[in-house]
């Protein structure tokens, strides 16, 4: 039985006299205690009413039976007491000795004390709750009172302060945190005052939160913290919670996030590779105080460097030298170094290590996604800086973003050069021709020397494309450029014009009979077959010649008179002529050509082709109109022929707008429910830019009623230069009717990347000189470029159509990396309407055999 548990009575002897002690009962019957009065054998005497409801048992039961012996208790002891229906009390209890009537006796003051037992345990256990949370958190922090007294602390605050070096007094409970904020003196004072004026308005109301970022200078660190304060109870009892949280990952990455954009928006405006190099060690060197020298060594660059002050200029040239050794090095291995003072990488360095007080370096290469090591990035401190995370993160970012600049440079070299040269022979085109020859003249002007302009055709080339196809055509045109390439001198140019002509400007020409024997040396270079695929082909070419300044004193008149010379030699075949202005065939037949196109439109002779666009599920979502000329007398005449002379005439703009309308028309009446088809046609620069084509597309989508999300206006990247304000401004024009603009033959162009951002463009056609590489010599560069223009377009939100595309290894390598739509003769040559209608209604996916 434990102490306090009440027998039964029928143990106990009667009660004595005792019980009627008379001051006693007065005295219980105003106390809300339970009083026990006790013999000195510890039997109850007496029991006042409250013990009824402590005991719980009635007061006659509990007079009579014993309690347990006696004895004086002058501090409250505490005591279990089990009640008859199985529940415990805790009671407090206190016992007096008395002398009643002489007697001796003993009064027990007990104190039902359980419900407060129960709060003051479950108060212990919530500040227990409270400080191992407070513990838990990685914050810093501090319970503040109303006059800025420190009440707690947790565990992240106290071990701050140590480690920091702080006066544990200052920083700790009982300390006036405002006065320590008060009181501080030095860089930090202005971020110090800011926390006190902080916890004084959340102190005051005048907020009820107060939030704060701020630098710390730890040693030769520097974190970040954010500091909140907020208010919790009221009047005397107001505290509030000051928790400083370090944020130093997350302002790390948010830096380095605004370094990597501002390096970026220099890549994308084409800034040149030392600026963006520049750009990137003055990052560097934010990030590392230590630092004495970093520097970037690039192949086919000088080495750039950012360098402490102090450093004499004959230390840097020996710094630099020696970082482009360490490229070279690492160009061969591709691995980063760590060089310490005593490798051997710096032997025979000792008095350059000494004069610059190096530590520590690290030679990082840099790396492409292709594996190729473009360079390295050296950073040299004044003290061992192993590379933390942190660290690592900067190299990291500064390694990525290098990288992303190497390759962009790489990739406006090869669009500055794919747009001046043949994307199939390599040699220059059309442009670099015209600007070699301008410079040709110019000096020729000066020195009054002259110059020659020849022209040359190759005869019956279409008949072997058409009959063996491009890929044999293709080679052949290779080859043929490679013999011409071999009897022209470094001072000449030879250029191929598209199709199969060619051009070649001759330089310091002395007489005629230069010419003829260059012409005369041509036209055997081309005797000897070409073997090709197994076939042994031969072919022969009309060459033309004009000389300046004789013909013409500028690039446009010579051009044109050598073409008008070439077509006299083509009657004869494998035949020269110089231009003969008297007995000029050519110009009566271009004069008769003219004069057929003016009533070409009028008679009906001009129609529209249609050639698919199919998306990777292998359904038709578009289709480009292509305009065909079909003379009654000369046949199929080729855009290529006329379209320019339509465009000189002015005939392009009666034939374009025929062309919108019928295309319109047709691709309306083409539309099946749930599969809505998209028109796409080429628009020439001169319909583009006249003052009434925004009206011109308006009135024709009035008509036909087409529904304009499904046109497509097709544009060439050489009309997206020039006036920016008015090509955005038309650009924008179209696109508010609801139209879709593509770039065509994207990639042989010039036009700078950030236009792209800024026009309002939903679709790049790759242009086909890029597909055609696929699967031959120049398969991982044509590759590459398809990838990058895929990848660009799909990053600016624009969908890519591939043209060209004649193989199932193309249209496996175009669905491989994401390509939108695929056109080309794969699926079918252009088609005119009744053959394409029946195409559109064939079961069958569209495939090279689907005629079958």
């Excluded at 206190?94 to 709060?119: K, S, V, Y």
């Excluded at 660290?391 to 290098?402: G, H, P, S, T």
């Excluded at 747009?419 to 199939?424: F, P």
């Excluded at 560069?781 to 990058?788: L, P």
Aim: include cysteine.
């Amino acid at each position: 039985m434990r102490e306090g548990q009440i027998p039964s009575t029928d143990q106990i002897s009667p009660p004595s006299t005792l019980a009627d002690h008379l001051p006693l009962r007065a005295f219980s019957a105003h106390s809300t205690d339970a009083l026990l009065l006790l013999d000195t054998e510890g039997i109850v005497r007496f029991a006042s009413p409250p013990a009824e409801a402590l005991f719980g048992r009635r007061v006659g039961d509990l007079v009579g039976s014993a309690f347990g012996a006696p004895r004086v208790i002058d501090k409250a002891t505490n005591l279990e007491i089990i009640r008859p229906d199985g529940s415990v009390a805790l009671v407090a209890m206190r016992m007096q000795q008395l002398t009643i009537d002489g007697d001796p006796a003993f009064l027990a003051i007990l104190n039902d004390i359980t419900e407060r037992h129960r709060d003051e345990q479950l108060l212990i256990e919530s500040q227990q709750f409270l400080r191992s949370t407070l513990d838990a958190l990685s914050a810093h922090i501090a319970i503040i009172d109303g006059i800025g007294m420190i009440v707690a602390v947790n565990r992240a605050w106290q071990e701050f302060a140590r480690n920091a070096g702080f006066d544990p007094y200052r920083s700790g409970v009982g300390y006036n945190y405002l006065h320590v904020c008060d009181t501080v003196v030095g860089d930090e004072a202005p971020i110090a005052r800011a926390v006190a004026t902080g916890i004084r308005a959340v102190i005051a109301g005048i907020h009820a939160r107060y939030y704060l970022e701020y630098p710390c200078n730890l040693g030769k660190r520097q974190l970040w913290f954010a500091l909140r304060i907020t208010r919790f109870g009221d009047g005397e009892h107001v505290r509030v919670v000051v928790a400083h949280e370090d944020i130093s990952n997350r302002k790390q990455s948010e830096i380095l996030s605004n370094e990597r954009r501002q390096v970026l928006e220099l890549v994308a405006r084409s800034q040149k590779l030392e600026v963006v190099g520049q750009q990137i060690l003055a990052m560097i060197r934010k990030h590392y105080p230590s630092m004495i020298y970093t520097a970037l060594a690039l192949a086919e660059l000088p080495v750039q460097h950012l360098a402490r002050p102090d450093l004499h200029e004959d230390v840097l040239e020996r710094l630099d030298a020696w970082a482009h050794t360490r490229a070279t090095d690492r160009m061969r291995h591709g691995q980063v170094e760590h060089c310490l003072p005593d490798d051997v990488c710096w032997a025979g360095m000792g008095d350059l290590i000494d004069a610059m007080g190096l530590r520590d370096c690290w030679v990082t290469p840099i790396r492409a996604h292709t594996g190729r090591i473009g360079g390295v990035l050296v950073v040299a401190h004044s003290e061992p800086t192993p590379i933390g995370l942190e660290d690592a993160q900067v190299i990291e970012l500064a390694e990525q973003l290098l990288m992303i600049a190497l390759e962009q440079q790489e990739h406006t070299r090869q669009l500055a050069y794919q747009a001046k040269h043949d994307a199939l022979t390599g040699l220059p085109n059309r442009l670099l021709f015209e600007e070699n020859l301008r410079r040709a003249i110019d000096g020729a002007r000066h020195s009054e020397r002259m110059i020659a302009v020849l022209f040359i055709d190759l005869d019956r080339f279409k008949q072997i494309n058409d009959t063996l196809g491009h890929t044999v055509g293709d080679t052949l045109l290779i080859q043929l450029a490679r013999r011409f390439e071999s009897c022209v001198r470094g001072s000449d140019t030879l250029a191929r014009r598209g199709g199969d002509e060619f051009m070649l400007v001759l330089t310091d020409i002395v007489n005629a009979q230069q010419v003829v024997k260059v012409a005369h040396r041509l036209m055997e270079l081309l005797q000897p077959p070409f073997h090709i695929a197994g076939h042994e082909l031969f072919i022969s070419a009309s060459i033309g010649a004009s000389i300046y300044p004789t013909d013409g004193e500028d690039p446009d008149s010579l051009q044109r008179r050598a073409d008008a010379a070439m077509y006299r030699a083509k009657h004869l075949r494998n035949n020269f002529q110089f231009f003969d202005p008297t007995t000029n065939q050519t110009t009566l037949e271009r004069l008769r050509l003219e004069n057929y196109l003016r009533r070409a439109l009028e008679r009906n002779e001009l129609d529209l082709y249609y050639q698919p666009k199919v998306n990777r599920q292998g359904q038709i979502v578009a289709v480009e109109a292509l305009l065909r000329w079909k003379h009654p007398d000369l046949g199929i005449i080729a855009p290529s022929r006329f379209v320019p002379m339509a465009e000189e005439l002015g005939l392009i703009i009666p034939i374009g707008t025929w062309c919108m309308a019928r295309a319109f028309s047709q691709i309306c009446q083409w539309q099946r429910p749930g599969r809505p088809i998209s028109v796409a046609m080429n628009v020439s620069i001169i319909q583009f830019s006249q003052p009434g084509f925004i009206e011109t597309v308006r009135t024709v989508l009035d008509e036909t009623g087409l529904d304009p999300s499904l046109c497509i206006i097709e544009l060439t990247e050489s009309m997206l230069i020039g006036d920016q304000a008015s090509v955005t401004q038309r650009l924008n024009d179209l696109r508010a009717l609801g139209l879709k603009l593509a770039i065509d033959d994207f990639g042989t162009g010039y036009s700078s990347l950030g236009y792209l951002r800024r026009l309002p463009i939903s679709i790049l056609k790759i242009d086909r000189t890029f597909v055609s590489d696929i699967g031959t010599d120049r398969d991982d560069s044509g590759r590459a470029i398809i990838n990058s223009i895929i990848n660009l377009a799909h990053h600016l939100g624009m969908q890519v159509v591939a043209e060209g595309v004649e193989t199932q290894l193309q249209r496996d390598f175009l669905h491989s990396v994401g390509c939108d739509m695929i056109q080309g003769f794969f699926y079918t040559e252009p088609l005119p309407p009744s053959l394409f209608e029946y195409l559109l209604d064939s079961p069958r996916l569209p495939s090279p055999k689907w005629k079958e």
